[in-house]
Nanobody, 121 residues
């Protein structure tokens, strides 16, 4: 099995910063794509940022210039540095990874449990 464990969510005032982490563990052979999604109340889940080794990161227009995704391949971990947060960033943030498990011939997508980010004055 594969587990994704997120951390780093919380409450912050507008203009503040938070850093999310997502660590993948289990029977992992390799991880191709990893990314962050978010879902606000009453809205669809949306891509925030994604990263694939060797390629430029991909960001939603609403977070470009404010959020930075990074990846530590040795630790199977990704991070999301979120700066200049505003109330529209309030959501549950989910980690996603496309994983090739040991002994498997295809990739499977996994999700973390989600971490709440609240931006409010």
């Amino acid at each position: 099995q594969v587990q994704l464990v997120e951390s780093g969510g919380g409450s912050v005032q507008p203009g503040g910063s938070l850093r999310l982490s997502c660590a993948a563990s289990g029977s992992i052979f390799t991880i191709n794509d990893m990314g962050w999604y978010r879902q606000a109340p009453g809205k669809e889940r949306e891509l925030v940022a994604a990263i694939t080794s060797g390629l430029p990161a991909n960001y939603a227009d609403s977070v470009k210039g404010r959020f930075t995704i990074s990846r530590d391949n040795a630790k199977n971990t990704i991070y999301l540095q979120m700066n200049n947060l505003n109330p529209e960033d309030t959501a549950v943030y989910y980690c996603n990874a496309r994983v090739r498990r040991i002994g498997w011939s295809y990739d499977t997508a996994y999700w973390g449990q989600g971490t709440q980010v609240t931006v409010s004055s």
